[in-house]
C-alpha cells in the first residue's frame, strides 16, 4: 500500500514509517518543515509538505494514496496550558474531515487516532473497544465524532486509541509528571496512588497501526476501534516512586486540595482511575505486545537529562 501517515515524524509517527517500510508498504509522510522531509527521506519514506491547519494539503496527501494513518496531534499548540484542549481536538476533527472527502465512496482505508479514555463506560472499571460515548465530557471524543461522520459518508473507518505511549525517553503525560517532580523537588501521587493509567510501548504501538490499516484494507470492515493497550492499568502509586528514585527526590502522597498546586494542569489527570482493556483488540488483529513496560522503560531512563 501507498499509506499517507500525518504526525509522521512525530515520536509515534516516527516509529510507524519503518513499520510500515519493513512490511512492504510505501510511506508518503505529511511534514512542514524542511527538517522534517529531510528525516522522511533518511528513513526511506516520501514528504508531502503541509499540515492540520491547510485541509487542502491534507486532501492531497490522501487522495493519492491508497489508505491513511492519521496520528497526529497539535500537542505543541497547547505546551503546558491545557486551556486550548478544546481548540486542538476541534482543529483534529477538521483534519479528520478533510481527509475523510478525499477517500470517500473508495473503500480505502482512514485510521483515526483517539483516546483509551473514551471506552470508560464506568469509573475505575476496564475501557473497551466497543464502547463511546459521544455525549463524553472529554473533547477529545471530537476525533470518534469525526470519524463517525466520514464513515456515513462511506469512508471506510477505524480507530487506535492510545494509553501512555512510551519508551526511555519519553511516557505521554508521565513526561509531565517527570517534570513537575523536577520542578517542585518530590515526587506526588493524590490520595492512596491507587488510580492506575494503562500503557504501551512505542514500537507495539506502531505495529497496531500497521495492523489497523492492513486490515481494513483487506477486508473493507469500517468502525472498529482498537485499544493500543499492553498493560491495562499501572497505579500512579508505583509511577510516582519510580519517579522518585530516579530523580532522588521524596515520594509524598497528596490530598486532591493540594494536588493544583503541585502538579498545575496536571492535576486534572492525576487521580483519574482510567484502567483499559485490549482483549477485542488483540483478538482482532492477533495483536501480541512484546515491548518493555512502562515502569521497565521510566527504570531505564537517562534521569540526569529527563
Not at 38 to 59: C, K, N, T, V
Amino acid at each position: 500500500m501507498r499509506v499517507f501517515l500525518t504526525g509522521a515524524t512525530g515520536f509515534i509517527g516516527s516509529a510507524i514509517v519503518p513499520e510500515l517500510i519493513s512490511a512492504g508498504h510505501h510511506v508518503l509522510g505529511l511534514t512542514r518543515s524542511d527538517a522534517g522531509a529531510q528525516s522522511l527521506i533518511a528513513a526511506g519514506a516520501e514528504a508531502h509538505r503541509g499540515s492540520l491547519e491547510d485541509p487542502e494539503s491534507l486532501h492531497s496527501g490522501a487522495a493519492q494514496s491508497d489508505g491513511v494513518i492519521h496520528c497526529a496531534f497539535d500537542h505543541s499548540a497547547f505546551g503546558n496550558d491545557f486551556s486550548k484542549f478544546l481548540e486542538v481536538c476541534e482543529k483534529d476533527k477538521r483534519a479528520i474531515e478533510a481527509l475523510g472527502d478525499a477517500l470517500g465512496g473508495s473503500d480505502r482505508p482512514l485510521v483515526i487516532t483517539s483516546g483509551t479514555g473514551m471506552g470508560n463506560a464506568v469509573p475505575g472499571q476496564l475501557a473497551t473497544e466497543d464502547h463511546f460515548d459521544p455525549n463524553h465530557p472529554n473533547p477529545r471524543k471530537l476525533s470518534e465524532v469525526a470519524g463517525a461522520a466520514v464513515a456515513e459518508r462511506g469512508v471506510n473507518v477505524s480507530v487506535v486509541r492510545l494509553p501512555q505511549v512510551h519508551d526511555t525517553i519519553k511516557q505521554g503525560l508521565i513526561t509531565y509528571a517527570v517534570q513537575t517532580a523536577r520542578e517542585k523537588g518530590a515526587s506526588a501521587y493524590i490520595g492512596d496512588g491507587l488510580n492506575r493509567w494503562p500503557a504501551a510501548h512505542v514500537l507495539d504501538v506502531a505495529r497496531l497501526y500497521r495492523l489497523a490499516i492492513e486490515k481494513h484494507d483487506a477486508r473493507h470492515e469500517t468502525g472498529s476501534r482498537y485499544h493500543a493497550v499492553a498493560e491495562e492499568g499501572i497505579s500512579m502509586g508505583e509511577i510516582a516512586e519510580v519517579i522518585g528514585r530516579g530523580l532522588k527526590v521524596p515520594v509524598v502522597s497528596l490530598s486532591q486540595q493540594e494536588a493544583p498546586a503541585h502538579f498545575g494542569w496536571l492535576a486534572m489527570f492525576a487521580s483519574f482511575d482510567m484502567p483499559a482493556s485490549s482483549a477485542l483488540t488483540r483478538q482482532r488483529l492477533a495483536w501480541r505486545p512484546t515491548g518493555p513496560g512502562l515502569i521497565a522503560d521510566l527504570e531505564q531512563m537517562r534521569w540526569a537529562e529527563a
